[in-house]
């Protein structure tokens, strides 16, 4: 197996933390980068607290291939996470002047672009910026932090602008098999299995469905052969005792 | 404000970072500790990867008053969660006498109870089972580190099984007051309101509904004299540019 190219993703909002919004953006973020071949290999929900959020981005910036920041860049004064970006960088924040084009472009009334919608047109020092097709205010990326919205309809559309910047390995393949077999009663062979597999990644998913306990077992891994191979032997596990295969997604590209 | 009691969510689970698995147990988690008086400060989602596993802990319990980890207490081979947590605290696992005798009770059959399965009953050295009225296999606790399950159904249960333990400080009170107003036009006023009480949090929460934009405030903080005075500015904010307020929880307990 190839060395995995790693990504973070840092969700800033207090509004995540306190359990009022639910994210949406980490299982998007997580699927768009499997197809690219890059995985997300750890997410830190933090709040606006600015020596959090430049801590945690230095932290990150150094550990993974590539950082995906969602949230606070908006007009408010709860939106810090540009301010916070450029001191984790060590420079300036600037009026962007594309940036303040888009913002001009976008409200017809020249009022309307009051001092904290200006704001979304700061971005630090040598940044460059990530496009907002929905609310115009960019994101930006910064060597290998992309800043996004965390509005989960603009942090998407901005992620579809970018994503061909990606440079990532092999895809990983899956496969899901389930059955009506508790996981306690397959668990040993499927160590084994996974000891014969080490290259691939198998999980255990237990679940109750009409009053019977069963296992969706998942394999992942670059090498489609091997999922495969994988797969079979649990189908075969099984089967062998008795019970019913009840779910095979076959090979799918997640 | 008091200083506050700080706890960090760990959610350790290949599951949740490849997109498979949407969590549940962080917004229950905050909403739950909140009521305690105890802030959900930080939330960590990490593979099922030992050595990441061992490092996030340490890391966490130094830095957080109360650490919960969720996921990987399962009997197959990517639950590592217990032996992680004994290498942390630098203690050997062991077979948990009350543990075993719980799951001797809970499998009818002697022989259902398997190596697998016997794997639940293991904790480290000096850990303080943690109930599971579901399943029975119980969670554990190490100083100021809960370990339970990732199931949210059994997760909760765990959990409504220890919060009489945590200590907490003033709970947090919230109010939350949304008109038809763009996030932009109220941010100026809004950043004021927020100098003026400095003890609340004000979030600003943009959405578009049936085609127009508006905004919800949520001022939070552990006075709720401070949270009504906020509110009511922000009301007046709203309903003096000529707009609706269209949703006001009043004060509650979140």
Redesign the interface.
Known sequence: MSDPVRACLIII???????????KN??????EL?TLGVR????????DIEQ?IINTVNECRDAFDYVFTTGGI??????ITSECVAKAFGVPIELNADAHALLKSHYENPE?L????LRMAHVPVGAELIDNPISKAPGFRMENVYVMAG?PMIMQAMFQGIKHQLVGGRPMV?RSVGGYIP??????V??EI?GDFPNT??????FLREGKLGTTL?V?GENADEVNQASERIRTTITDQGRDVIEDTGEVS?
């Open positions: 909002g207090n509004e995540i933390l306190s359990g009022r919004t639910h994210d980490l299982p998007y973020l997580a699927e499997n997300l290999a750890e997410t830190r929900v933090i709040p959090t908006g007009p408010t004064h709860d939106d309307d009051n001092a904290a919608r509005v899956s996981e306690g009663t397959i668990a040993k499927l160590g996974q990644d198998i999980g255990s998913y237990p998942v992942r997640a």
